[in-house]
């Protein structure tokens, strides 16, 4: 069974551009997740979707934050301006029903270094 | 605030012995928790986890025990072998009925084996 795929690995920006990043969950998983994660800290949830709804965007910075889920499968997070403080992995995660109860599978990452 | 802590950044231990992680939580609403590994470059993998209607869990040389009362988990590892030199965060859960919910971590503990 293949895992949660993401790109790119890493990306370099400087500040007040743009960036996004792509996700392709487990297949058959219908929830979705996207972490930040700090150097130092523990991922914090951004947002989740179940299927291509949003159940739960309420520590999504919304004002320069957006992300989506066309069709229930892949998914996008996308930043528009970048700030110094965006430097951080970016984690996407998904899980499903049939799995174990909160069992959610994370991808790799995407290190974004923001200049 | 911090909802789940881990007040050890960084565990040493000699292989063979017993590794003990603790983690604190307080959101009396949490119902299922787990423990995630992770490697540098890499997202975080499923080690074991527990419901809040159980005090243990076992699963070959990984133990988790939830001290309810306490508000307190910890992950015991027999015998530690130097594969388990990792990152280790507590993730904590509840079930809002619109599916799985996002994961609130805590900061993670650097295990680190020695030979």
């Known amino acids: 069974e293949a895992g949660v795929a993401q790109s790119p690995r890493y990306k370099i920006i400087e500040k007040r551009q743009s960036v996004a990043f792509w996700c392709n969950p487990i297949s058959g998983h219908a929830t979705l997740y996207w972490y930040q994660q700090i150097l130092g800290q523990g991922p914090k949830l951004l947002i989740q979707?179940?299927?291509?709804?949003?159940?739960?965007d309420s520590q999504l910075p919304k004002d320069r934050f957006s992300a989506e889920r066309l069709k229930g499968v892949d998914s996008t997070l996308k930043i528009q301006p970048a700030k110094l403080e965006d430097s951080a992995v970016y984690l996407c995660?998904?899980?499903?029903?049939?799995?174990?109860?909160?069992?959610?599978?994370f991808g790799p990452g995407t290190r974004l270094t923001v200049l | 605030d911090q909802q789940v802590k881990q007040n050890s950044p960084s565990l040493s231990v000699q292989e063979g012995r017993i590794s003990i992680l603790n983690c604190d939580y307080t959101n009396s609403m949490f119902d299922y928790f787990l423990w995630y590994k992770k490697y540098p470059a890499e997202g975080p993998t499923f080690l074991i986890s527990i419901s809040s209607i159980k005090d243990k869990n076992e699963d070959g040389r990984f133990t988790v025990f939830l001290n309810k009362s306490a508000k307190h988990l910890s992950l015991h590892i027999v015998p530690s072998q130097p594969g388990d030199s990792a990152v280790y965060f507590c993730a904590a859960s509840g079930y809002s009925g619109g599916g799985a919910d996002g994961l609130t971590f805590g900061k993670g503990t650097h295990l680190i084996i020695q030979p």
């Open positions: 995660a998904s899980s499903s029903w049939t799995g174990n109860y909160n069992e959610q599978f």
């Open positions: 979707f179940q299927n291509n709804g949003v159940v739960d």
